[in-house]
């Protein structure tokens, strides 16, 4: 899953404190072209997140971005969730099919960028009162890897904060469109889902159960577990319905504890096995299990391009309207097992309607409280 938060600028503090450096097993990392354009590799340290979170380049202190106060957008948290069954694989099982599980996260998690990079990313300019969405030079980003949940469950996922500062092909900076980025979220949580499907089924040969939703489940995960390990999932879930309320979104974040943070990432893993064996007398050999199980099965799919696609859901493909967009979400559900961005890409994108300079519907503008800022790297 991928979800997306806006953060203010004093919002960087939750992701290099000590509590969340606890329960990660490498510190954060800079990512993305534009970074690198600022001079930034490596592990995030906490004093140059914040310079940027206040839109300013960490090195020479010159604005980045138009200074608007603390109400400013300084960054978008990006965070992708590994299916469940994922998690328990990365926490639970052995040591190489655990690596691969969090290897596979990441590739999901690489090639979503990638596209949002590619349509998604872009900064605003105006000029005779018209207005223009540009392609930016590379995101300037910062990704943090957790292991657990508020509720301390097995939860695998990675908080990409995408800096709201970009450098246009005029070579200005300035803060990035981010009503077109978030336009493409639903497109960039497919391809997640799908390449990190792929990853997981051709390095351990796993086979998928994929929902209506493009979710999927690795076949061979006990249900029970992924309910065991899912605290947080279930009291929200009783709370709807309890509250007759059909809208999760908002119970969610009503309903979000504060996280514990007591135990390190290797405590925390020698409990999850053993309440694993406690209550469902599984072990981290039984979930070995799961590998080779798509090498011995028949999955009835069928060939378009280099993919390989559930016939029924293709044949919805290909009634589907519109951009892109829409089209790669419908072929990635399709692709059941798995495909990567450049594939998805192939099949998806041909006939298609493609425009990625115009974000083609209406809306409030979100990055700052003038859209057509066209800072110049102006000092403090």
């Known amino acids: 899953m991928l979800t997306s938060r806006i953060l203010r ?6 992701y290099v404190s000590p509590d969340q450096v606890a329960l990660s097993e490498e510190p954060g990392q800079w990512l993305g072209s534009g970074a690198a354009r600022l001079g930034l590799h490596g592990t995030v340290d906490p004093e140059s997140l914040g310079e ?9 202190y010159r604005a980045l971005r138009r200074d608007v106060g603390t109400s400013a957008v300084a960054a978008i948290d990006l965070t992708f969730s590994a299916p469940k069954s994922v998690s328990i694989l990365s926490e639970l099982a052995p040591q190489e099919l655990a690596g691969a599980a969090r290897m596979a996260h990441m590739v999901g998690t ?10 998604g990313l872009a900064v605003r300019r105006s000029r005779t009162g018209v207005s223009a969405s540009l392609p930016a030079q590379g995101p300037v980003a910062a990704r943090f890897v957790h292991h657990a949940s508020r509720t301390l469950d097995p939860h695998l996922h990675s908080h990409v904060l995408l800096i709201n500062v970009g450098q246009g092909p005029d070579g200005l900076w300035s803060s990035v469109d981010t009503r077109r980025l ?11 889902h799908a390449s990190l499907r792929h ?10 159960l994929v929902d209506e939703r493009g979710f999927g489940r690795v ?18 879930d009783e709370a709807a ?10 119970l969610f974040r009503a309903l979000r504890p504060a996280k514990e943070t007591r135990d390190e990432l290797g405590v925390l893993r020698t409990r999850w096995r053993r309440r694993a064996m406690d209550e469902l007398g599984t072990s981290a050999l039984d979930l070995s299990d799961v590998i080779g199980v798509r090498r011995r099965s028949r999955d009835g799919l069928v060939a378009v391009g280099d993919l390989r696609l559930d016939p029924a859901r293709w044949t919805a493909v290909e009634r589907v309207p519109g951009r892109e967009r829409e089209a790669i979400v419908a072929v990635a ?7 990567r961005l450049h594939d998805l890409l192939a099949v998806a994108a041909p006939e298609r309607e493609m425009d990625p300079l115009r974000c083609p519907t209406p809306g409030r503008e979100i990055n700052d409280r003038d859209p057509g800022d066209r800072t110049r790297g102006r000092g403090r």
Request: net charge positive; hydrophobic share 35%; charged share 20%.
């Open 199 to 208: 990853e997981l089924s051709t390095t351990a040969g796993v086979r998928w």
């Open 333 to 339: 559900g399709a692709a059941t097992q798995g495909a």
């Open 182 to 192: 978030l336009w493409h979220r639903s497109a960039a949580q497919a391809i997640y």
């Open 52 to 60: 940027l979170f206040a839109g300013r380049d960490p090195w020479t």
């Open 241 to 250: 319905q309890r509250q007759h309320r059909a809208s999760r979104p908002g």
């Open 9 to 14: 600028r004093d919002g960087f503090g939750y």
């Open 219 to 236: 076949d061979g995960v006990d249900p029970g577990i992924c309910h065991i390990f899912s605290r947080r999932t279930t009291e929200v």
């Open 110 to 119: 690489a090639d979503a960028l990638a596209y949002l990079e590619l349509q």
